[in-house]
């Protein structure tokens, strides 16, 4: 009787498990593969402030480019600790040289490695979607 009852509540929840979600967006209503829109950024905009604690700093520069793989990251090129002197560019900072238990790795973190995953490139356009953010900082003054 248990091996019935265990077959029948397995049937049960595949069927519970393989049922579409219900949703008012349809497949084909959710566009494929859109390029993001280049724009001319802003020319050498300095030091961005951000905008929370704990921002990653932002690019003041074109990435458009930048060529950031496995095998190459050309934002090391002028970032990286023996050339940031010579470039003036903002140096890595030592927390990409450290492993996820705070031990130094030879080069780059592999986990910091793709440096354009956190640090954005800035522009001034219209946001796509308009809101009413403010920024901790500007709300605080600073």
């Not at 979600?21 to 390029?35: C, G, Y």
């Not at 001319?40 to 990653?56: E, R, V």
């Not at 458009?64 to 970032?79: D, E, F, I, P, Y």
């Not at 995953?117 to 605080?140: G, L, M, W, Y």
Request: proline fraction near 11%; charged fraction near 20%; charge should be positive.
């Amino acid at each position: 009787m248990r091996k019935y009852l265990t077959l029948i509540l397995a049937a049960f929840a595949g069927f519970a498990v393989a049922e579409e979600p219900s949703s008012s967006l349809t497949m084909e209503q959710i566009p494929e593969n859109i390029a993001p829109a280049y724009t001319n950024p802003q020319k050498d905009a300095g030091n961005i402030p951000t905008t929370f604690p704990f921002q990653p700093p932002l690019v003041p520069h074109s990435v458009r480019g930048l060529q950031v793989t496995k095998n190459a990251n050309q934002c090391l090129s002028c970032h990286s600790p023996e050339v940031s002197p010579t470039t003036g560019a903002p140096r890595v900072p030592e927390s990409h040289f450290l492993d996820r238990d705070g031990k130094p790795t030879e080069g780059t973190s592999p986990r910091r490695y793709f440096c354009l995953q956190c640090h954005v490139q800035q522009t001034d356009v219209n946001p796509i979607i308009q809101n009413k953010f403010e920024s901790i900082r500007a709300k605080q003054g600073k």
